[in-house]
């Protein structure tokens, strides 16, 4: 665990979250002072008026908070079928990402996920059972 | 029924632009035309008008809708002029700050107006919606997972709300052939065709659970009212719809924060435009709500106090808001079957409703009237309560 003092201001919040994605290290951010988990949009000072956050290293356990499974093809990027899942952390913030099923209908609310970067990587979940990499 | 408190403003004039799913004009252009219908449905002239809102779609072109479009309309020395922005909220949002202009002085008649073209040649209505939603507010996270237009968003949503209560993809069906039986009334409506279950479950899949059915079919056109104080509303063309209550509801709780299930605002939309009115969601006859997706009907059918939280799939299954139903809703079609004007389409029909020129389709207790309007993914809501009769 760190506990690195931040301020939570609009932008460099966000890059502190990306540089630890990109040195492939999922992070939760916590009010220092009152120990409150922050969700990953939140940009508001803590309650007691500070904003001095730490980060901390993520367990990579999630559930499959909500789904949803791609059918029409808006990019060429992206080939359908394929899903956009919201996952619960263990921690608590729910974080927008994929699952990697061979077969979308494998999906059900509340699975048990675990956290793997892909080579690229992306910040991807696997099914809890079937993870090859914990983050 | 409680008395209203006192009825705070009348919408006195309707208008539309022409309506297609074919280039018809500019957003400038259509929502001039629109303006200028309203102002002659309610019986004034150009110069009664002293206030303008505007009301661009979040996804129109910047400037599509400049304050400048009073001049084309020949509105002169406007004491209001203002663009509004609140997502799919706004139509709402433009009546309530009518109301508060013509209440405090500052403006007498006011004109509101929204005007879009999504529809564009060779290309799918529903990729011009088809912009990346910005939920967890990290710059270019949701792209790289291919979260594209709010269909995506609110999929997320409505699968998760289905799964807690139990309901299956046909409970969202259901909503969408309670829409047609409205809409094969309405002469006007874009879906009139009515639908079975089995149709529906042929409609192909956009971002399960949402079937193309399940999404609003927008139009290129624009829609306008004309709001003036209740005490003049008798003076117009046609019966005036009171405005008795006003709220809105913007939680502040980030969408992705460490909580359970994050209120949407919904719910404090209704409590503060049903405590304006001196209302409860008993006392209500008629409700218009936002449905750019049909789990945004059902969800709201919840938010307002008319069922419990999950049961109101099994209400709309029931038939209780279809034709003949306890509790009428989107009876012109909703925003599926009657078309997208992204929150014109319910206040319309609710004039309609209340002046009571809604034909086949007409209610038979528009008594006291729900509008609502909700967007972004959910977080902003703003609702009306409207009624035919003035209370002093």
Redesign the interface.
Known sequence: MTAEPFIADIGTFEATFLDFIAARDLRIARWDHTGEILGYASRAPAPDGTRSVRWERASGSATLHGFTIYHREYHPDFKVPYNVVEVALAEGPILITTVIVSDQRQLRVGMELSAVFEPSGRLVFHPATSAKESA | MPASPRSLSAIVGLGFSALSRKPVGTVRSLAADAVRAAIDDAGLALSDIDGLLLNPSALAADNALPLKVHEDIGLRDLALLALVDAKGAAVVHMVQQATAAIRCGLATNVACVFSDTPVVPGKGA??TF?ITSP?????G??R??????AT?SY???A??HM??HGWTEDDLGHYVIACRHWAALNPNAVQRAPLTLDAYRAS???????RVLDCAYPLNGAAAVVVTAAERGKDCRYKPVYVHGMGQGHP?R??????PEPATGGDLAAQRAYAMAGIGPRDVTLCQFYDAFSFTALLALEEYGFCEPGDSAAFVREGHTRPGGRLPMNTGGGHLAGGYLQGMTPLAEAIEQGRGTAGDRQAPRPDMIVVNGSGGQLEHHAALVLSPEQTP
């Open positions: 529903g990729q088809a939920l967890t507010g990290i710059a996270w949701e790289q997972y291919g979260l594209f237009g995506g999929a997320l949503a699968n998760r799964a807690l192909p899949f956009v971002t399960a659970p949402f502040g980030p969408l992705l924060a460490a909580t």
